[in-house]
C-alpha cells in the first residue's frame, strides 16, 4: 500500500516562503504523476502544481506561476513544492496525489486508485 505524507506547512507572513515535502512509500516507483492540491476554507479543492517522471510533464495553475517551484528527488521518494511570495489566498490544506498508472501525466489525472496524503495546513497572514 503506497503511503504520502505531507510536511512543511505552517503560518507564515504575507510575501514569506515555504517549502512542502510529500514523502511517498510503499512502492518502487518506475513512473508516476505526483500533484499538489489545496483546498482552501470553503472553496473546492484545486491543482496547484504536479510533475510527472514518464514524461517529464510539469503543471502549475496560473495563480501560482512563477512563485511556486516543484521538484522531485528520486533518491529520497520525496516531492518538494517551493512557495514563494505567499498571499492570503494561498492559505488552504495543501494535499500531494500519487497517479501510477503507466499514463500519468500532468495535469493530474483523478482517478479512484489515486493515492492522497492527509494534508498540511499552510496559513498567510499577518
Known amino acids: 500500500q503506497m503511503q504520502l505524507v505531507e510536511s512543511g506547512g505552517g503560518l507564515v507572513q504575507p510575501g514569506g516562503s515555504l517549502r512542502l515535502s510529500c514523502a511517498h512509500s510503499?512502492?518502487?516507483?518506475?513512473?508516476?504523476?505526483i500533484a499538489w492540491f489545496r483546498q482552501p476554507p470553503g472553496k473546492e479543492r484545486e491543482e496547484v502544481s504536479c510533475i510527472s517522471s514518464s514524461d517529464g510533464a510539469i503543471y502549475y495553475a496560473d495563480s501560482v506561476k512563477g512563485r511556486f517551484t516543484i521538484s522531485s528527488d528520486d533518491a529520497k521518494n520525496k516531492v518538494y513544492l517551493q512557495m514563494n511570495s505567499l498571499l492570503p489566498e494561498d492559505t488552504a490544506v495543501y494535499y500531494c496525489?500519487?497517479?501510477?498508472?503507466?499514463?500519468?501525466?500532468?495535469?493530474?489525472?483523478?482517478?479512484?486508485?489515486?493515492?492522497w496524503g492527509q494534508g498540511t495546513q499552510v496559513t498567510v497572514s499577518s
Open positions: 496525489a500519487a497517479d501510477t498508472s503507466f499514463d500519468g501525466t500532468c495535469p493530474f489525472i483523478l482517478r479512484s486508485d489515486n493515492y
Open positions: 510503499g512502492f518502487i516507483l518506475d513512473y508516476y504523476a
